[in-house]
C-alpha cells in the first residue's frame, strides 16, 4: 500500500516568532496539513549554534510551541515535535557526515553571512546543513517547504542524499522536493530590507496592540507632500498590506498612492488594523492554549513518540545499507 506525500518542515526557538516567520514557514506548513503526512519540528538542536542560555532555551521552544498550535497546526493532522526529542537524527547526521564533501559546505552561504555577523564559527555551524539533511531525510520526507534562504540547504541536502544512494544502493533514502512560495518567501523588514532578526525589523505575530501598532507607525518613508502621488514600486507600506489586506482594499491603496490627496499616516494607519485584525482568531487561540499549560506538553510527547517510530524505520534501513547492521 502506498503511503500518502509526507511533507516536513522545522523552525528554530531562536526568539519571538514574526510574521516573516508565519508567511514564509508556518502559513504554507498549515495549509499542508490536508495534502499529506506532515512533520513538523522545533529545532532546537539547530538554535544552540548562536544560543548559549539553556533557560532562553527551553523557554523559546515552549513559545513557539505554543505559537505554532495557535496559528493552526492540528496535532490530529501533523506530528509535531522537539527535534531533540529524537536522537536517531544524530546517528543519521553522522553517517551522512561520512560522504559529505567539505567543499559542498564551504559553498553554503548562510555559514559565512553568520560568521561575518559575529557568530561564532563552530563545527556545528558548519556542519548545520548535514544536520538540516539528517531531519529531512530521516522520515523519508518528499516535500519541504522553505524559504529561498534556506533553498541552497536543500540543494545540499539532495547532494548529500545522491551521494549516499550512490555509494550504498538507490533507495537508501528519499530525495526531496522544496516548496518555495515565490510571492512570500521573502518578507519584507520594517526598514525595507528582508525581515531578520538579525537586522531588528521584524514585526511579531503575536504581543500587546498598542507598542506592535506603534512599530508600524515607525516605518521610514520620505518626504512627499500629502497631496502629491506617492512611489508604489519598493513601498514597504504597500509590501506587508498585501500580506494581510483583501485584494480589493489593496487596490485602493495602491489607488490612493498614485492619485494624492492621502499621507503616509493614513497609510500606515490602515496597514496596522489590517495587520491587528489578520491574527485576530490566532490571537484567541493563543489564549485557550496559554490557559492549559499541560496540552503542550502532551502534544509534544505524542508528537516525538509518532516521530521516533518512523525515524526508527529509516535509520534501521540505512544501518543496513551501510553495514551497521
Same mark, same amino acid.
Given at each position: 500500500?502506498?503511503?500518502?506525500?509526507?511533507?516536513?518542515?522545522?523552525?528554530?526557538?531562536?526568539?519571538?516568532?514574526?510574521?516573516?516567520?508565519? =508567511?514564509?514557514?508556518?502559513?504554507?506548513? @498549515?495549509?499542508?496539513?490536508?495534502?499529506?503526512?506532515?512533520?513538523?519540528?522545533?529545532?532546537?538542536?539547530?538554535?544552540?549554534?548562536?544560543?548559549?542560555?539553556?533557560?532562553?532555551?527551553?523557554?523559546?521552544?515552549?513559545?513557539?510551541?505554543?505559537?505554532?498550535?495557535?496559528?493552526?497546526?492540528?496535532?490530529?493532522? !501533523?506530528?509535531?515535535?522537539?527535534?531533540?526529542?529524537?536522537?536517531?537524527?544524530?546517528?543519521?547526521? &553522522?553517517?551522512?557526515?561520512? @560522504?559529505?564533501?567539505?567543499?559542498?559546505?564551504?559553498?553554503?552561504?548562510?555559514?559565512?553571512?553568520?560568521?561575518?555577523?559575529?557568530?561564532?564559527?563552530?563545527?556545528?555551524? =558548519?556542519?548545520?546543513?548535514?544536520?538540516?539533511? !539528517?531531519?529531512?531525510?530521516?522520515?523519508?520526507?518528499?516535500?519541504?517547504?522553505?524559504?529561498?534562504?534556506?533553498?541552497?540547504?536543500?540543494?545540499?541536502?539532495?547532494?548529500?542524499?545522491?551521494?549516499?544512494?550512490?555509494?550504498?544502493? /538507490?533507495?537508501?533514502?528519499?530525495?526531496?522536493?522544496?516548496?518555495?512560495?515565490?510571492?512570500?518567501? @521573502?518578507?519584507?523588514?520594517?526598514?525595507? *530590507?528582508?525581515?531578520?532578526?538579525?537586522?531588528?525589523?521584524?514585526?511579531?505575530?503575536?504581543? /500587546? /496592540?498598542?507598542?506592535?501598532?506603534?512599530?508600524?507607525?515607525?516605518?521610514?518613508?520620505?518626504?512627499?507632500?500629502? /497631496?502629491?502621488?506617492?512611489?508604489?514600486?519598493?513601498?514597504?507600506?504597500?509590501?506587508?498590506?498585501?500580506?494581510?489586506?483583501?485584494?480589493?482594499?489593496?487596490?485602493?491603496?495602491?489607488?490612493?498612492?498614485?492619485?494624492?490627496?492621502?499621507?503616509?499616516?493614513?497609510?500606515?494607519?490602515?496597514?496596522?488594523?489590517?495587520? &491587528?485584525?489578520?491574527?485576530? !482568531?490566532?490571537?484567541?487561540?493563543?489564549?485557550?492554549?496559554?490557559?492549559?499549560?499541560?496540552?503542550?506538553?502532551?502534544?509534544?510527547? *505524542?508528537?516525538?513518540?509518532?516521530?521516533?517510530?518512523?525515524? !526508527?524505520?529509516?535509520?534501521?534501513?540505512?544501518?543496513?545499507?551501510?553495514?551497521?547492521?
Amino acid at each position: 500500500m502506498l503511503r500518502r506525500m509526507r511533507i516536513l518542515t522545522g523552525l528554530q526557538p531562536s526568539g519571538k516568532l514574526h510574521i516573516g516567520n508565519y =508567511f514564509g514557514a508556518m502559513e504554507p506548513a @498549515v495549509r499542508l496539513q490536508d495534502e499529506g503526512e506532515a512533520f513538523y519540528f522545533i529545532a532546537d538542536y539547530h538554535a544552540m549554534t548562536s544560543m548559549r542560555d539553556p533557560v532562553g532555551l527551553r523557554e523559546n521552544v515552549r513559545e513557539l510551541a505554543i505559537d505554532f498550535l495557535a496559528c493552526g497546526l492540528d496535532p490530529a493532522r !501533523a506530528v509535531f515535535f522537539r527535534q531533540s526529542a529524537v536522537p536517531e537524527v544524530n546517528e543519521l547526521a &553522522w553517517i551522512l557526515s561520512t @560522504v559529505c564533501p567539505v567543499s559542498l559546505l564551504e559553498k553554503c552561504h548562510s555559514y559565512k553571512d553568520k560568521v561575518a555577523k559575529g557568530i561564532a564559527a563552530t563545527h556545528g555551524l =558548519f556542519a548545520y546543513p548535514v544536520l538540516m539533511a !539528517a531531519d529531512i531525510l530521516l522520515y523519508d520526507s518528499n516535500q519541504v517547504p522553505v524559504g529561498k534562504d534556506q533553498k541552497q540547504h536543500l540543494e545540499v541536502t539532495r547532494d548529500i542524499a545522491v551521494k549516499l544512494n550512490e555509494a550504498f544502493g /538507490e533507495g537508501t533514502v528519499v530525495l526531496p522536493d522544496p516548496i518555495i512560495r515565490d510571492d512570500t518567501a @521573502v518578507v519584507i523588514g520594517l526598514d525595507g *530590507q528582508k525581515m531578520s532578526k538579525s537586522y531588528h525589523n521584524t514585526l511579531p505575530i503575536f504581543g /500587546e /496592540e498598542k507598542p506592535l501598532k506603534k512599530l508600524l507607525m515607525k516605518i521610514p518613508t520620505d518626504s512627499t507632500p500629502v /497631496e502629491a502621488p506617492k512611489p508604489t514600486a519598493g513601498s514597504t507600506i504597500l509590501a506587508l498590506y498585501k500580506l494581510f489586506a483583501s485584494p480589493a482594499d489593496y487596490a485602493l491603496m495602491v489607488a490612493d498612492h498614485e492619485r494624492g490627496g492621502v499621507g503616509y499616516g493614513d497609510f500606515k494607519k490602515r496597514l496596522a488594523d489590517a495587520y &491587528w485584525d489578520f491574527f485576530a !482568531a490566532m490571537r484567541a487561540r493563543r489564549a485557550e492554549i496559554t490557559a492549559d499549560p499541560g496540552y503542550v506538553d502532551a502534544v509534544l510527547t *505524542q508528537g516525538a513518540a509518532r516521530a521516533r517510530e518512523e525515524a !526508527a524505520k529509516v535509520l534501521a534501513r540505512v544501518r543496513r545499507a551501510v553495514g551497521l547492521t
